[in-house]
């Protein structure tokens, strides 16, 4: 069973960094890809980045491209997003999740972890 715990999360002024952890456990996760999701207040869950874990591959919503930063641990087994140059409207709830390979939908999902910026 895949167990995803995310950290990091927290208030930050506007211009400013955090960066998320997501532990992951119960899998080897070479066949994976890992992503981040954020949900804003009365909005869809959307997708914020993904990584193919074994190749390290990197993709990311055109919003925060240039801005975020997705990169794995392989021996600690963490996927982390560096986020830099905070705006307000970035503010979400953010969320880990993971997908085999072979599968278009991500299945195992963290608890979710809030990011705040003020303006």
């Known amino acids: 069973q895949v167990q995803l715990v995310e950290s990091g999360g927290g208030l930050v002024q506007a211009g400013g960094s955090l960066r998320l952890s997501c532990a992951a456990s119960?899998?080897?996760?070479?066949?994976?890809?890992m992503g981040w999701f954020r949900q804003a207040p009365g909005k869809e869950r959307i997708f914020v980045a993904a990584?193919?874990?074994?190749?390290?591959?990197?993709y990311y919503a055109d919003s925060v491209k240039g801005r975020f930063t997705i990169s794995r641990d392989n021996a600690k087994n963490t996927v982390y997003l560096q986020m830099n140059s905070l705006r307000p409207e970035d503010t979400a709830v953010y969320y880990c999740?993971?997908?085999?390979?072979?599968?278009?939908?991500?299945?195992?999902w963290g608890q979710g972890t809030q990011v705040t910026v003020s303006s």
């Open positions: 999740a993971a997908r085999l390979r072979t599968r278009t939908e991500y299945d195992n």
């Open positions: 119960g899998r080897t996760f070479s066949r994976y890809y």
């Open positions: 990584i193919s874990w074994s190749e390290g591959s990197a």
